[in-house]
């Protein structure tokens, strides 16, 4: 199994299930000097910044099911599956997190994804990943 550390949408449950098919495991977790940004092209990413923290889960996935996360995090031409340590249940742990690996220009600090985007759980898999599935990667859901 691999770890994963996500912190925007695939933090919920619902985006999980209809994008992997199956309710996954939540495990608190946080990651220290790094922090959140909005780019001005309206994706959200973290980068190394010292003294802030980024809160959000470890998922435990198979490698089918992270083969599904790198495609829908569009990787490895916008972000980069990369190994970091996270701090879940008081304990550090190895886990991979995608990160942007290109220039993003304007970018806002974001204090807590959901607070701050006002994320609409069902309206995003209306549309955002209704079309990953049909029309950008439907090879995962035949």
């Keep these: 199994m691999n770890k ?3 912190y925007g949408t695939l933090k919920s449950k619902k985006v999980q ?4 098919g199956k309710e ?3 495990k608190t977790a946080e990651i220290t000097d790094y922090a959140l940004y909005e780019a001005e092209d309206g994706f959200y990413f973290i980068k190394k910044e010292k003294n802030k923290s980024v809160k959000g889960y470890i998922l ?3 490698d ?7 495609a ?3 990787c ?3 972000y980069q599956r990369k190994k970091i340590k996270a701090m879940c249940n008081n304990e550090i742990v190895q886990a991979y997190v995608y990160v942007r690996v290109d220039e ?4 806002k600090f974001i204090e807590n994804f959901e607070s701050y985007c006002g994320f609409n759980e069902d309206e995003f898999i209306a549309t955002e990943i209704k079309h990953f599935k049909t029309k950008e990667h439907p090879e995962f859901y035949l």
């Design 72 to 74: 829908y995090e569009m």
């Design 24 to 26: 996954l495991n939540l």
């Design 60 to 62: 435990e996935i198979d």
């Design 64 to 70: 089918y099911d992270l083969k599904i996360c790198d």
């Design 4 to 6: 994963l550390f996500v």
């Design 76 to 78: 490895p031409t916008m």
């Design 17 to 20: 299930v209809e994008l992997l």
């Design 104 to 107: 993003v220009g304007k970018s």
